[in-house]
């Protein structure tokens, strides 16, 4: 079954470095999400990516985020200098067209830890 | 923001009774609804969805009822197996690839 595939599993960083995290939605999917889940809080929407561009972003998706869909099957969370507040699961979701555009399929999440 | 709410945190159900989860939402502009199951250290799985012109959703074991009029969705799971043991959470969206506002969630525990 095709599933969202997100690496590393595990990001420790330093605050002030630039991380960025990867993922590979779905291989038939248009629409890609980011979303985050800072421990014991509820997972909340970074932004949404659609025909190459942003399609929705969120109050926390500062100047210091950016995504990116460097080719055709991966998409990227840029986090420019890390804070400790960005301490938390990064998740990647994406849906397709049609009748199970609302479905939204995620990955497995990047615990990435600021220091 | 509390636009989603589970007032649940947790549940505990015997093995092969009803488990029935609570969302309760406040935004009526709302028209999908989604119910997903989260593991430790996984991401969040997709259960089950309703659209708001339905009341009812089945798939197996898994049914969503929704009261639009309450703005309140349920999620009964019957019969309750021990590998459904793990926290659900209520997502709801305005449709059409729009981003997805959640609960908190509530762990559902399934004791033999």
């Known amino acids: 079954e095709p599933e969202v595939t997100q690496t590393p599993s595990h990001q420790v960083t330093q605050m002030g470095q630039e991380v960025i995290l990867r993922c590979v939605p779905i291989?038939?999917?248009?629409?890609f999400y980011w979303y985050r889940q800072i421990l014991g809080q509820k997972v909340e929407f970074l932004v949404s990516?659609?025909?190459?561009?942003?399609?929705?972003k969120s109050e926390i998706f500062d100047d210091q985020f950016s995504v990116e869909r460097p080719d055709g099957s991966n998409f990227t969370l840029k986090i420019r200098s890390t804070k400790l507040e960005d301490s938390a699961m990064y998740f990647c979701?994406?849906?397709?067209?049609?009748?199970?555009?609302?479905?939204?399929?995620f990955g497995p999440g990047t615990r990435l830890t600021v220091l | 923001d509390q636009q989603v709410k589970q007032n649940s945190p947790s549940l505990s159900v015997q093995e092969g009774r009803i488990s029935i989860l609570n969302c309760d939402y406040t935004n009526s502009m709302f028209d999908y609804f989604l119910w997903y199951k989260k593991y430790p250290a996984e991401g969040p799985t997709f259960l089950i969805s309703?659209?708001?012109?339905?009341d009812k959703n089945e798939d197996g074991r898994f049914t969503v009822f929704l009261n639009k009029s309450a703005k309140h969705l349920s999620l009964h799971i019957v019969p309750s197996q021990p590998g459904d043991s793990a926290v659900y959470f209520c997502?709801?969206?305005?449709?059409?690839?729009?981003?997805?506002?959640f609960g908190q969630g509530t762990r559902l525990t399934i004791n033999p």
């Open positions: 309703i659209s708001s012109i339905k």
């Open positions: 979701a994406s849906s397709t067209l049609g009748r199970e555009i609302n479905e939204q399929f």
């Open positions: 997502a709801a969206s305005k449709g059409g690839a729009q981003k997805l506002v």
């Open positions: 990516f659609y025909n190459n561009e942003i399609s929705e």
């Open positions: 291989s038939n999917h248009l629409y």
